[in-house]
């Protein structure tokens, strides 16, 4: 039986969470009303196995932060200071980042014309295709183009121009959380 392949994904969080939890990636459950059971709200997210490499994207900046890789089985998040419970999490490791200090700009990357992305149909309204996901599916097409422009300095940003601030996900988590909760 040959070996599977390794999953890559396009992951979107923001910095905040990153500054929280820079070694996961999370995404909430939800209760299903037909079988009691809890799911990811990201039918894809589920699909994440160890081994797989996901491109952390962080929203409202428009980053990449790098490539990681998964290095734990699905687990549940109880009672974290930060995202709270009915959590389901991965760890992660970095696999490529950029240079110390430093982002892709993938705003920039997308909007120059030097790359298509097969996800990015029409690079004029990129921004649409990145909307209402936590997690896409990245052609190997794709996660070449990140991969190689992780060290393209035309597309670099230093990272200490960009700060991590509550997102509507943060404010969404505060409103479900106990006073307790600690999303700054």
Request: proline share 4%; with cysteine; net charge positive.
């Amino acid at each position: 039986m040959p070996a599977a392949e390794t999953g890559r994904w396009f992951v979107l969080h923001d910095l905040l969470a990153y500054e929280q939890h820079p070694d996961m990636i999370c995404n909430r459950l939800r209760q299903d009303d037909s079988s009691r059971s809890k799911r990811t709200t990201s039918v894809l997210f589920r699909r994440i196995r160890r081994g797989d490499k996901v491109v952390y994207y962080a929203t409202g900046v428009s980053l990449v932060v790098g490539i990681f890789q998964v290095v734990s089985d699905r687990f549940m998040i109880e009672g974290d200071p930060y995202w709270g419970s009915d959590v389901t999490a991965f760890r992660i490791e970095p696999w490529r980042l950029p240079p110390n200090g430093c982002f892709l700009d993938f705003k920039a990357l997308v909007t120059s014309g030097a790359a298509h992305f097969d996800m990015i149909p029409k690079r004029e309204i990129w921004h649409s295709f990145m909307r209402g996901h936590t997690t896409k599916i990245l052609t190997v097409h794709d996660f070449r183009l990140i991969e190689k422009n992780l060290g393209n300095a035309g597309f670099l940003v230093q990272s200490g121009r960009f700060k991590a601030t509550k997102t509507n996900w943060h404010r969404k988590m505060s409103s479900l959380l106990s006073p307790g909760y600690n999303a700054a």
